[in-house]
């Protein structure tokens, strides 16, 4: 059983700092049943392999194994697939071999932990309980370039078809912590089975390992249900916990944006700046269906509903409270049905693929972007840009060069306390350049509120336009 993780992040031999194992040694392990060694099998300043190897011991496994062995099943006890592809087994080894780099620490390179780097992780073959389908499913949604090479039941007999075994390849910038606890949670949810018995403590084991991702990914009660062993108690705790523990924090994030946000920029009105600019974006592009991405408490839709030209409206947000808030602001519930047809509220993420995104003539992001995490901006372009793919995309975002304007805003200091990062007009429009080049769009840009002559506008806008 064997995985390799690669990156080609310079220099890319500090990988073996965050995983703790020098890439001039061949290390070994014992584990309860049976081996792991790590090696590197290339290790250059432009390129790092590490190798984790397995080595399973059937014959141990069948000694330690408690109570009786289960009528007729003998010969499948020491004749399995066990020794030869992904599984619990593989998930256990890496908590075990890669403890520190799984809970994100490194010692030597702090900074790089914490750091989206490029990444591509191999296993060779890997069981999947519903085929490509499945394994797309899960790790695409988390930002994911997969590629599946299936395999035949024998080569020699086609006619057999193909097995339920697969080598696959995940490539994606991101920490190296955040691909280590998406393969140890997916690899035994892949194989739909468990080596060990499930009890309690797997509940804090899922949680301690997904509580950042997996709250929010599409398939997260397959996972869950999988993961626990198909146990119903057990993944009913778990999608409550991850309910509860999930809804404070982007409700508690939204509340705050709204009210920093619109206390520091209420001098100049940005907010109806920022309104205006995009619906007339909208118009001159002649779009009719429109989907609002983070549409928060639902100002701009209110804005566009007020509009008869826009026929379709779609709005989606992570955040329970402020769809709620939209809701109030639209008065769906008063609307008559004839009308409510025209609006639609969805809860969901921006950096997760999904199908209720697709199909419409222009999608809107005003003040999102900024919020999401940097190493989630690649899940976030995939999914508007390749997996929605509308046919016009307008973005908004602060101008981090015009802070200085700000009274109330101490120098360095981002316009709220949510904001993961602010670009200069540089950065912006680099960013939007390589989205653009990547997935066949053009990009151009336009200032938002009252331009600095020096300093440019306080919001910059970003509209995209697919290519024909």
């Given at each position: 059983m064997l995985l390799t993780i690669t990156t080609t992040h310079s220099p890319a031999t500090d990988l073996g700092y965050l995983l703790y194992k020098n890439p001039s040694e061949v290390q070994s392990f014992e584990l309860s049943f049976g081996m792991a060694h790590v090696f590197y099998p290339v290790a250059t300043e432009e390129r790092c392999t590490v190798a984790l190897l397995l080595e399973i011991d059937p014959i141990g496994l069948v000694r330690n194994r408690r109570g009786p062995p289960g009528e007729g099943r003998q010969l499948e006890q020491y004749v399995n697939d066990r020794p030869y592809v992904a599984s619990s087994f593989l998930s256990v080894a890496v908590n075990d071999v890669?403890?520190?780099?799984?809970?994100?620490?490194?010692?030597?390179?702090?900074?790089?932990?914490?750091?989206?780097?490029?990444?591509?992780?191999?296993?060779?073959?890997?069981?999947?309980?519903?085929?490509?389908d499945v394994l797309r499913r899960l790790f695409e949604p988390l930002g994911y370039v997969v590629k599946i090479e299936s395999h035949m039941l024998n080569a020699k007999f086609p006619e057999w078809g193909k097995s339920r075994y697969f080598s696959i390849s995940l490539t994606a910038n991101c920490r190296l912590s955040e691909l280590l606890s998406h393969l140890y949670v997916l690899i035994p949810v892949l194989d739909d089975d468990k080596h060990y018995w499930v009890g309690d403590d797997e509940i804090e084991k899922l949680l301690r390992h997904a509580k950042t991702w997996l709250s929010s990914h599409p398939e997260k009660e397959l996972i869950t249900n999988r993961y626990l062993k198909h146990s119903q108690r057990l993944t009913r705790q778990a999608l409550h916990r991850l309910s509860d523990e999930d809804a404070d924090d982007p409700d508690a994030a939204e509340e705050l944006h709204s009210v920093e946000e619109a206390n520091l920029e209420e001098r100049i009105s940005l907010n109806e700046q920022r309104i205006g600019s995009v619906i007339g974006v909208l118009k001159n592009a002649n779009a009719k269906r429109i989907i609002d991405l983070g549409c928060g408490e639902g100002k701009l839709l209110k804005a566009l509903w007020d509009n008869k030209e826009f026929t379709e409206l779609v709005g989606i947000d992570v955040s329970h409270r402020s769809l709620e808030m939209a809701a109030h602001r639209l008065r769906i519930d008063k609307l008559p049905d004839r009308l409510k047809e025209r609006v639609k509220l969805l809860h969901g993420s921006l950096t997760y693929k999904d199908e209720r995104m697709s199909g419409f003539d222009a999608a809107t992001c005003i003040e999102v972007v900024e919020h999401l995490d940097p190493p989630r901006l690649s899940a976030f372009e995939r999914v508007i840009f390749e997996f929605a793919r509308p046919g016009l995309v307008v973005i908004t975002t602060p101008n981090s060069e015009y802070n200085c304007k700000f009274e109330k805003l101490p120098a360095g200091e981002f316009r709220h306390k949510d904001h993961r990062f602010e670009w200069t007009r540089a950065e912006f429009q680099s960013w939007c350049n390589s989205v653009a080049k990547r997935f066949g769009y053009s990009a151009r840009f336009l200032p938002v509120g009252d331009e600095d002559i020096a300093l440019g506008p306080p919001t910059q806008m970003g509209v995209f336009s697919l290519c024909k």
């Open positions: 890669f403890r520190s780099a799984l809970s994100g620490k490194s010692r030597e390179r702090p900074e790089l932990a914490d750091t989206a780097i490029p990444l591509e992780a191999n296993l060779p073959c890997v069981p999947c309980r519903g085929g490509e």
